[in-house]
T-cell receptor
Framework: GENVEQHPSTLSVQEGDSAVIKCTYS??????FPWYKQELGKRPQLIID?????GEKKDQRIAVTLNKTAKHFSLHITETQPEDSAVYFCAASIGGGNQFYFGTGTSLTVIP | GAVVSQHPSRVICKSGTSVKIECRSL??????MFWYRQFPKQSLMLMAT?????????EQGVEKDKFLINHASLTLSTLTVTSAHPEDSSFYIC????????????FGPGTRLTVL
């Protein structure tokens, strides 16, 4: 089955700095890679996703890059703000209606 | 976006009892629903995948007789934790997908189960 690894497990940055979280996956059939933000005790919220037919996607301060050859993808948050503090999870899936396999999560703290 | 609800949000029960958790898609038909459990400060671990009208597919290591899943309609899936024990205490989250043409999964708010 799919194995998704995520690094780092914790990350602290100063407000205004950038944060980068990296994930690797094992199954070359995976073609959909969402990123979720989860606040304590709440449901995961989709923040950005990327499909395997593109290498990069950006939405305001958030961007995701994908390297299919190397089987890794990364989340980039620029100009971080305290409200970005949360746990972020990457996931991999082989397509619509199929299971998500989540990374181990990254606890991001943005220091004001 | 699509809305998924879960009920109850919290439940405390005695060891040995069974607990049923409901997951509903409120504004779309969910051909597939997923059940996850999440321990404190850990990731979401997929437990099983359920498709409407068919038996659930369980992930390796998940006891199907302990975690009973029923997906009786396109808007409702239930997870029953049978003969619950303290080690079953966890955060259980469901998600729903509209089908093969839709990659996104919509998550419920989760159910905090505490077994005494």
């Amino acid at each position: 089955g799919e194995n998704v690894e995520q690094h780092p497990s914790t990350l602290s940055v100063q407000e205004g700095d950038s944060a980068v979280i990296k994930c690797t996956y094992s199954d070359s059939a995976s073609n959909y890679f969402p990123w979720y933000k989860q606040e304590l005790g709440k449901r995961p919220q989709l923040i950005i996703d990327i499909r395997s037919n593109v290498g990069e996607k950006k939405d305001q301060r958030i961007a995701v890059t994908l390297n299919k050859t190397a089987k890794h993808f990364s989340l980039h948050i620029t100009e971080t703000q305290p409200e970005d503090s949360a746990v972020y999870f990457c996931a991999a899936s082989i397509g619509g209606g199929n299971q998500f396999y989540f990374g181990t999560g990254t606890s991001l703290t943005v220091i004001p | 976006g699509a809305v998924v609800s879960q009920h109850p949000s919290r439940v405390i029960c005695k060891s040995g009892t069974s607990v049923k958790i409901e997951c509903r898609s409120l504004d779309f038909q969910a051909t597939t629903m997923f059940w996850y459990r999440q321990f404190p400060k850990q990731s979401l671990m997929l437990m099983a995948t359920s498709n409407e009208g068919s038996k659930a597919t369980y992930e390796q290591g998940v006891e199907k007789d302990k975690f009973l899943i029923n997906h009786a309609s396109l808007t409702l899936s239930t997870l029953t934790v049978t003969s619950a024990h303290p080690e079953d205490s966890s955060f259980y989250i469901c998600s729903a997908s509209a089908g093969a043409r839709d990659h996104e999964q919509f998550f419920g708010p989760g159910t905090r189960l505490t077994v005494l």
